[in-house]
C-alpha cells in the first residue's frame, strides 16, 4: 500500500484511521463504538463525531480534538485530508488523503441511499479506494425502506391491543426509524428507553426533528398497548421487555433479511432497515471511483474480492481487528 499500512495506518503523518487501540493521532470516520474508540491523544473528526463521542464516553475521552468540516481540506504534513459525506449516520465521513498525487479514499461506513437523519452521501473518486463490505454477498438487496417501515404500522393496526418493541441501535439506527415513521404520517408520541434518550436529544439540537418522545416507565403497563417502544437489542431480549404484556418483538437491522438470524433473536417482526451499503451499492460504487485498486477492511470480503477480480480490478482484503456488526 506504499504509505498507507493493513491496519489503517498513514505513515508520512503517524495518523490512523478508525484504530480500535489508543493512538497518538487518530482520525475518526463517525461515531459508533466499533470506530470512535476512547483513550486516543489527538483525534481529527467531524464536529457532530466529537460531540457524540464526549456524550458516550466524557468531555475527556481524548487530550485533543480538531474538528474538519465537510469538503474541507486539511494539510498535516506532506498529506491533505479532506472529509467528504458517508451517509451513514450524523457526523460519518469518509476520508480521502492525498499523499504525492495519489489519492486515497477510506469509506469507513456509508450507504448510497438518501436519509433525512444526516448529510447524504457524496461519490469521489481516488487512486486506491479502502471500503467496507459489512454486506458484501449478492444476497443482501436492502428493500424501499418505506415499505419495511409501513409494515411496523400495519402491525398496529392489526394488533392494537399489544405493544411493539422495536430493537434499534441508540445512534444512527434509532433517530432513522423514528424519521421514517414520521415520514410515513405516524405523529403518534413514540416511547423509548432510556439508554436512547441523550442522543436523540442531540439529534434534536442538530435540527433533526423526531417529534414527540416519551422515556418508558414501567410503573403504568398498560398504557403502552397499541404503541411503538424503541431499545436496544441487548434490552429487548433480557427481562426489561419481558415487563410488557404480550409484546411483539421487532427489530430494525440490515441482518434482518438472514431469517436465521431473526429466528434466533425471537424476531416477530423484522425489519430489513440497513445504515451501509448492500451489494448493489458496493459494487456501483467501486466502478465509480475508477480505483485502481481496491481494499476490503471488514465483512464478507471474499465475494467482493472474487468480483473485483472478474473486473479486472486489483484487490484486498484486509481483515482488521475491532470491527463487528454491533451497529447495523
Known amino acids: 500500500m506504499i504509505w498507507i499500512d493493513k491496519n489503517l495506518h498513514i505513515k508520512p503523518i503517524d495518523t490512523h484511521i478508525d484504530p480500535y487501540r489508543p493512538v497518538e493521532n487518530a482520525i475518526i470516520t463517525h461515531a459508533h463504538a466499533d470506530h470512535a474508540k476512547p483513550g486516543h491523544k489527538n483525534i481529527l473528526a467531524t464536529k457532530e463525531t466529537i460531540e457524540i463521542m464526549k456524550i458516550r464516553y466524557g468531555e475527556n475521552c481524548a487530550s485533543n480534538f480538531q474538528e474538519l468540516n465537510l469538503n474541507q481540506k486539511i494539510e498535516i504534513g506532506d498529506v491533505s485530508v479532506t472529509f467528504?459525506?458517508?451517509?451513514?449516520?450524523?457526523?460519518?465521513?469518509?476520508?480521502?488523503?492525498?499523499f504525492k498525487g495519489h489519492k486515497i479514499n477510506f469509506t469507513g461506513d456509508y450507504k448510497t441511499t438518501r436519509d433525512l437523519t444526516c448529510v447524504n452521501f457524496e461519490p469521489i473518486r481516488c487512486h486506491t479506494l479502502v471500503t467496507e463490505a459489512t454486506f458484501g454477498l449478492p444476497v443482501f438487496q436492502?428493500?424501499?425502506?418505506?415499505?419495511?417501515?409501513?409494515?411496523?404500522?400495519?402491525?398496529?393496526?392489526?394488533?392494537?391491543?399489544?405493544?411493539?418493541l422495536v430493537g434499534v441501535y441508540a445512534l444512527g439506527k434509532a433517530q432513522r426509524v423514528i424519521n421514517l415513521l414520521r415520514l410515513e404520517g405516524y405523529d403518534k408520541n413514540i416511547f423509548i428507553h432510556g439508554s436512547l434518550e441523550k442522543l436523540c436529544d442531540y439529534y434534536d439540537k442538530n435540527h433533526i426533528k423526531l417529534g414527540d418522545l416519551t422515556k418508558v416507565?414501567?410503573?403504568?403497563?398498560?398504557?403502552?398497548?397499541?404503541?411503538?417502544?424503541?431499545?436496544?437489542?441487548?434490552?429487548?431480549k433480557n427481562v426489561w421487555a419481558r415487563k410488557f404484556e404480550d409484546p411483539i418483538i421487532c427489530q430494525a437491522s440490515g441482518w434482518m433479511a438472514v431469517k436465521q438470524r431473526a429466528k434466533q433473536s425471537l424476531v416477530e417482526l423484522p425489519l430489513i432497515l440497513s445504515?451501509?451499503?448492500?451489494?448493489?451499492?458496493?459494487?456501483?460504487y467501486i466502478k465509480f471511483t475508477?480505483?485502481?485498486?481496491?481494499?476490503?477492511?471488514?465483512?464478507?470480503?471474499?465475494?467482493?474480492?472474487?468480483?473485483c477480480r472478474i473486473n479486472n480490478i486489483d484487490a484486498t482484503p484486509l481483515s482488521l481487528s475491532g470491527r463487528d456488526d454491533e451497529e447495523q
Open 290 to 307: 475508477n480505483a485502481e485498486k481496491v481494499y476490503v477492511t471488514h465483512g464478507r470480503e471474499e465475494a467482493i474480492i472474487h468480483w
Open 84 to 98: 467528504y459525506p458517508a451517509g451513514h449516520i450524523l457526523g460519518s465521513v469518509q476520508v480521502l488523503a492525498e
Open 217 to 236: 416507565n414501567l410503573s403504568n403497563k398498560n398504557q403502552y398497548n397499541g404503541q411503538i417502544i424503541l431499545a436496544p437489542p441487548s434490552a429487548i
Open 142 to 164: 436492502h428493500p424501499d425502506e418505506k415499505k419495511e417501515i409501513q409494515k411496523l404500522i400495519k402491525s398496529l393496526l392489526l394488533f392494537p391491543e399489544r405493544p411493539h
Open 275 to 284: 445504515d451501509h451499503a448492500d451489494w448493489s451499492e458496493l459494487t456501483k
